[in-house]
């Protein structure tokens, strides 16, 4: 996996999810599961950022269109601690 392309998709979705005032990093890359955090502090609205079940799916289709060989994201949500 092309570790470039990889941080250009995450970036992407970085991009997407800062329209609702989150965030994500990337956490790791594990065989063809790639492991994001969604990052909340200082969001007005916590709640209105996408719940994680309906932003891993979104987020691997931007990562696979730059990064093949990704089956699986997986997104650490804070809310659900």
């Known amino acids: 996996m092309d570790e470039k392309l990889l941080h250009e998709a995450v970036g ?3 991009d997407m ?3 609702d005032g989150g965030d994500v990093e990337l956490v790791s890359v594990a065989g063809s599961t790639v492991t994001l955090r969604l990052i909340l502090e200082g969001v ?3 709640e209105c950022v996408m719940p994680r079940e309906f932003l891993e799916p979104i ?3 931007l990562i696979r269109t730059r990064a093949a060989g990704v089956n ?3 997104i650490e949500d804070p809310r659900e601690r």
């Open 17 to 19: 999810v800062a329209l």
């Open 12 to 14: 992407e979705v970085r």
């Open 59 to 61: 987020a691997l289709d």
């Open 72 to 74: 699986a994201v997986t």
């Open 44 to 46: 007005e609205c916590r």
